[in-house]
């Protein structure tokens, strides 16, 4: 294909690299960093229901920016209306509660959302480990809703963990939480009811704090080691 339909662009700062059949394309990012970083130590209490520190936030310094980069300011995630399996889902409720991992793709992806998902299904175990009192959540937006309905994406998704959740809604609503999360994708164009055609995507994972806000995000490739000691390193220094 020589065109593509742009659905999201917003790719100034997105770290995350572009895919099409299973080739990776780099996608540039340049975060404004302070040099310090904050080490002092969160407080008791339920840290899904703390706040993030806006000003440890800005002062972080990422052992290794290829693995995790603060987003400073955070970015709030719009209201939107979504579908899963279990029926309507709206952020921000979505994220009460939780720390999220959020993931865009599609279940026709032949290659690199199952590496992607393979990858978060290694993660997820090692950080309920690592940090046992943060209530995780895996949620894997598909952009293709021509193609994926709930049920679909649940039994894709489930297929590497059955905690993963699963959503999809509207070409309007996923351009309304994507476009300002610079969650880029690009769907070929192909005549209505055409079932066969590509999407390019971003495959990073986005940090979602319970408020609802992205604070950090996690480019490709995607090592469950490394992020885990990334996510505990974050953790420590930014959770109020």
Known sequence: MSFFQSQTLGFLFNPARMVRR??????????????????????????NEREIALARLAAFESNDLLV??????SISVPAADFM???GAIATPALFK????????????????????????????PKLQKSLPDVHWQIVFLSVD???????????????????????????AMIDKVTQPLKAGYRV????????????DHDTAYRLISPEGKMVAILPSPHDPAAMDQALVQFFKEVVQ
């Open 188 to 199: 070929s164009p192909h005549a209505p009811g055409d079932n066969i055609y590509e999407i």
């Open 97 to 124: 509660d939780h720390w999220t991992l959020f993931y865009i793709g599609y279940t026709f992806c032949p290659d690199v959302c199952p590496t992607e998902l393979t990858a978060l299904s290694g993660l997820l």
């Open 22 to 47: 299973g080739v990776l394309s780099a996608g540039l990012v340049c975060f404004a960093l302070l040099t310090t970083a904050c080490g002092q130590n969160a407080p008791s209490g339920n840290i």
């Open 68 to 73: 995790l980069r603060p987003v400073s300011p």
């Open 145 to 171: 809703p021509d193609r994926d309905n709930p049920k679909r994406i649940a039994d894709y998704v489930h297929y590497f963990n059955p905690d993963f959740l699963g959503i999809t809604g509207s070409r």
């Open 84 to 86: 899963s399996v279990h």
